[in-house]
């Protein structure tokens, strides 16, 4: 193990990962934060302002330095966190191979999958804001000429989830009838039924006027049971103990549970 491990010492004002909402403290929860997050490193993320963190909060000179010595471009960054990693020594002989491997698959990939698959990562955290920003930025008009049609349309669909899941269900609703505009696919119009069902929202006009009514009926019935599944998910158990704490308790887990009763009803669309 490294000499660094559970040692170093605690920043005063820490590395902060805004997209996340975190901050970091110390070297070992950088590496972490490293290991463990990696679609969320961009090409940008070794800069002056890691090296400060790095320098004077973590007062690790000389880590600082041998980053500064060993990264020259950006192409270099996956050996810079590989040897930032095996120098702290946080990690174990066979998670840095694990962590390496990871790096070798990442680099196949071209610069707009990586920003799809840090989007779906904000997405697995939750962090739909922050997803929908990464998404839009791939989406355009569906016109360039660096994607295939495909990875546009499944781009414009996880963009699509992301606005659901925020409850902007006419964003959902653009992105859908766009995807379909080009497709006509049965999949995502069943998709945009869905997302009218759920928001209340009155069906588009010519969208469905070739879609028979038994199979409207079977659409309907498959969100009704879909919402009682999801509906069940919520322990009614659980929650009526909610009401035999106190207040204040009650009013921070009531709100919890809203929360997660929104979450099951949007995570319907997927």
Sequence with gaps: MGRYILCGKEAELPYEVDELDIRIYTI???CYYIYNYLPLIGEDF?????LFFIRHELEMPEIADKIERFYGSRSEQDATLQMLLSDVGYYSDAELQEFQNRLVYRRRK????????????LVRL??????????????????DSRVSRDF???VQEALANAYGHLCEFDYALDCLCGIYDLNHSERILKKIYDVC???????????????????????????WN????????????????IFLKDSETQKKELAV???EKKEACRGMLE
């Design 28 to 30: 070992e929860e950088l």
């Design 226 to 241: 879909r919402e009682t599944i999801a509906r069940q998910n919520l322990d009614s158990d659980e929650t009526m103990q």
């Design 126 to 143: 939750k962090r739909y804001q922050s997803a929908v920003r990464c998404y839009k930025t791939l989406s355009g008009n569906g016109a």
């Design 197 to 223: 069902i759920l928001s209340g929202t009155e069906l588009p006009k010519g969208y469905f006027s070739k879609v028979p009514d038994e199979k409207l009926r079977k659409w309907q019935q498959d969100y």
């Design 110 to 121: 071209s610069s707009q999958e990586r920003i799809r698959a840090k989007a779906d990562s």
């Design 152 to 154: 546009y349309f499944e």
């Design 257 to 259: 549970y809203l929360d």
């Design 46 to 50: 070794i800069d002056e302002r890691l």
